[in-house]
């Protein structure tokens, strides 16, 4: 029998006590049951949570962005280049986190100029876009000789280099608390999704797994979330086609989680939601901008919002300047969803968005952008409701989960009483990360907590 004790930690508000755990699940709560248990975790008074679940995250573009040169520090063309040219050498140069504001547009031609003897390819920070130079392009003769791919990832994977390692992605994770992540990569091909699942299996990614992007065959059932679905404002889909789509997916037992950023993609996500027949715990990913009209029918229908508040802090004087006035006044609700009775979820969008949960819980109090400013003041969340949107049932994200006999041993200890941790989230430090009684492995974090550690390339 498989035990653990946590002695002297904080538990539904109770300090003090002692929390036991045999065979990956909580049995007992009360002062004093460590006794002289030499290998007792002492947790210094500090909170004990359940463990925090992302409910958007991208591993496998995380694992390579780790690999990859930021770039979302530069601020104008020549640094830009800079950065490429003196990045570490080595085979394809990935670059990570790019937008217009740092040198504007870029295709091809763009690239060359700056960097025209090493095939590199550069990522928006969106996530939906890459573009290549020539000496990338005589590579991946597939891709569009002006060098802009969009949502086209499959076709740069090299299959002879395999799939990431996601032993640091699960250690990076575990040191924020993360005991449980939802994969929403969509369309996953069958050994994308068999390398998530064998990673999970043997112990590499310790982390509960859910997976939105895998077919119904290419993974074990209970890893399988809702069908991952994405609409793109520029390439709008035939309604008929999606809604036939979405009622397969609902006869196959499977809801959806349909991608949609701005107001006419949540419009159609609803128009093709409503023509299938919307099914309770089909998700709207994203939710940038969600018109308050359809508070009521979302109630109704029991359709779930996954969002990242953490995007109003990282992106929002990028969204002040070029999302239009009226969306900026419903972009990334938040309270006004939850007060219309409108189940609301977390996850980080990471690598797109920042990887620390508590960094998403600070901006949904505060809504405040890089600058300062207040984007959306009456959508802040209290700091307990931000921390629910990262503590719920992943598959039933209207419930939440508390530490408790008789529910998982998935525990993140911090370094501090619940109360003060809910009062300044962004600066909580987390002691331990536990999943199923057992301790996960850490990286170790520096000062920064931003969207991804300091690295370039080769380092």
Not at 5 to 16: A, C, F, M, S, W
Not at 432 to 456: K, W, Y
Request: neutral net charge.
């Amino acid at each position: 029998m498989s035990h653990l004790t946590l002695r002297d930690v904080e538990v539904n508000g109770e300090p003090e006590v002692d929390v036991r755990v045999e065979n990956g699940t909580v049995v007992r709560i009360g002062p004093r049951l460590a006794g002289d248990d030499p290998d007792a975790v002492d947790g210094r008074g500090g909170a004990l949570l359940p463990g925090l679940h992302d409910n958007h995250i991208h591993l496998m573009a995380l694992a390579a962005a780790l690999d990859s040169v930021d770039c979302r520090a530069t601020t104008d063309a020549d640094t830009f280049a800079r950065l490429l040219r003196t990045a570490p050498r080595g085979g394809t140069l990935r670059v990570v986190g790019y937008d217009d504001s740092i040198a504007g547009p870029l295709d091809a031609a763009a690239l060359d100029r700056m960097l025209p003897d090493r095939p590199v390819r550069v990522q928006y920070r969106t996530g939906g876009v890459w573009v290549l130079n020539s000496a990338a392009l005589r590579r991946h003769p597939e891709v569009p000789r002006d060098g802009i791919l969009v949502r086209g990832d499959a076709l740069l994977r090299d299959g002879s280099a395999g799939f990431p390692d996601l032993a640091r992605v699960a250690r990076l994770l575990a040191a924020h608390g993360v005991t449980g992540v939802t994969d929403a990569t969509p369309d996953l091909d069958g050994a994308a999704a068999r390398h998530l699942a064998e990673s999970h299996a043997n112990g590499t990614l310790p982390q509960r797994l859910l997976l939105l992007g895998a077919g119904d065959a290419d993974c074990p059932a209970d890893l399988l979330g809702p069908r991952k679905m994405v609409i793109d404002e520029w390439n709008p889909p035939d309604l008929d086609a999606m809604a036939a789509r979405i009622g397969q997916c609902h006869a196959r037992g499977r809801n959806v989680a349909i991608h949609c950023t701005t107001r006419t993609e949540t419009v159609l996500a609803v128009a093709a939601l409503d023509r299938a027949g919307a099914r309770a715990g089909d998700r709207l990913e994203h939710g940038g901008v969600i018109p308050r009209e359809y508070d009521a029918w979302l109630r109704a229908h029991e359709v779930a919002v996954v969002t990242q508040p953490n995007f109003v802090a990282e992106r929002g004087e990028e969204y002040v300047h070029r999302v239009d006035r009226d969306d900026l006044a419903v972009l990334y609700r938040a309270r006004s969803l939850d007060t219309a009775g409108i189940t609301v979820a977390g996850g980080t969008d990471a690598p797109f968005g920042g990887v620390d949960p508590w960094a998403a819980m600070a901006a949904a109090q505060h809504r405040s952008t890089s600058h300062g400013r207040c984007l959306g003041a009456s959508e802040r969340l209290t700091g307990a409701r931000a921390l629910a949107l990262f503590t719920v049932d992943p598959l039933r994200l209207g419930r939440g989960r508390t530490v408790e006999p008789g529910a998982p041993a998935d525990l993140c200890l911090l370094d501090r009483p619940l109360a003060d941790a809910l009062r300044q989230p962004g600066e909580v430090r987390v002691r331990a990360t536990f999943v199923a009684g057992n301790r996960i492995p850490a990286q170790r974090l520096g000062g920064s907590r931003g969207p991804l550690p300091d690295r370039r390339a080769g380092r």
